[in-house]
């Protein structure tokens, strides 16, 4: 597996801490920067295809995979554990805000404010690609308050609320926390397995693709209830998953390990690698045999005639392996 240094991900880390407190920031961060409530206000959850992808998208994503793979330790039980924690409060705090949403419609125009909900989620999605790209860009939440400053209009304020906005919310979460508890189960298999930085670009191109019909919608470019983006997605985890390494590959090194070990090639006593062709270790050393009382050799007359080397059986034969 390859171990993403994204540097971002190292500095949040270094502040943080805990494997487990990593991915209840990570989870949370689009409650906090305002990323969530933008989405609620820009229309992206009045569909279930839109509920999924921001659940998996936003809440779950590259992220929450490599905390989970790449920096939580335990069995599964105790990752489940946490990931059921930390969903214990995203979701209560997701359907307040998805609640709340409705109330800001009333001073807001949501014509203006959606095109900066657009740039919120294409500035994440360019800052999880490249960090060199996202030095340069303002954070989410800067963006967030621009828009809702280029969007206010100043009108009567009332309390409003919306059931389907609160359900909306909770379920968008949700999916967030069933993605993270599915990475967290699948973990064992996962690990190894999963090229981070690969899964990781290719989060940020479905993040593009969630972004462009909201960013575009006054153009009616890629306005289609098609989730496009969990496509993107889905054909990103099959680039980044490799089956033939990890755990399993050395599995299957091993046991046909053990066949050539049968035909000579692993010696079972010491674990080395040997060739078919090598001796055994107990097999007397090559060459000539010297007896105590005599040495025999061979060597060719004065008239150059060949001495009977074919006869003799102490001479090394090419058609026979040393040892025999």
Do not use: C
Request: hydrophobic content about 50%.
């Amino acid at each position: 597996m390859s171990v993403s240094r994204h540097p971002v991900a190292l500095r949040l880390e270094r502040r943080v801490g805990s494997a487990t407190k990593l991915l209840a920031t990570v989870m949370i961060l689009p409650l906090v920067d305002g990323i969530f409530p933008a989405l609620v206000l820009a229309g992206v959850l009045s569909s279930p295809a839109g509920v999924l992808e921001t659940g998996i998208l936003i809440f779950g994503g590259s992220a929450t995979a490599a905390v989970i793979l790449a920096e939580m330790d335990g069995d599964r039980r105790q990752m489940v554990t946490s990931v059921l924690l930390i969903g214990a409060v995203i979701v209560p705090l997701a359907a307040v805000e998805a609640a709340l949403a409705p109330t800001f419609r009333a001073f807001l125009n949501l014509a203006v404010f959606e095109r900066f909900a657009g740039l919120v989620i294409l500035a994440i999605a360019a800052k999880t690609a490249s960090s060199e790209v996202g030095e340069h860009l303002p954070s989410p939440g800067v963006i967030v308050g621009l828009g809702l400053v280029a969007s206010f209009e100043p009108s009567g304020v009332a309390l409003e609320t919306s059931p389907e906005h609160v359900i909306a919310g909770a379920a968008a979460a949700g999916v967030g926390v069933a993605f993270a508890l599915a990475i967290a189960l699948l973990s064992p298999h996962l690990r190894g397995r999963v090229d981070i930085d690969r899964f990781r670009f290719g989060s940020a191109v479905a993040l593009g693709v969630l972004a462009l019909p909201i960013l575009l919608g006054p153009f009616d470019v890629m306005q289609t209830d098609a989730p496009i983006a969990l496509a993107v997605l889905a054909v990103t985890t099959l680039f980044a998953y490799d089956p033939d390494v990890g755990p399993g590959a050395a599995a299957s090194g091993d046991s046909d390990g053990g066949a050539a070990g049968d035909a000579g090639g692993v010696d079972a006593a010491d674990g080395s690698d040997r060739d078919a062709t090598d001796p055994p270790l107990d097999a007397p050393p090559a060459g000539p045999v010297v007896d105590d009382d005599v040495a025999v050799l061979h060597t060719a007359d004065d008239s150059g005639t060949e001495s009977d080397d074919a006869s003799d059986p102490f001479v090394e034969d090419d058609s026979r392996a040393p040892w025999l």
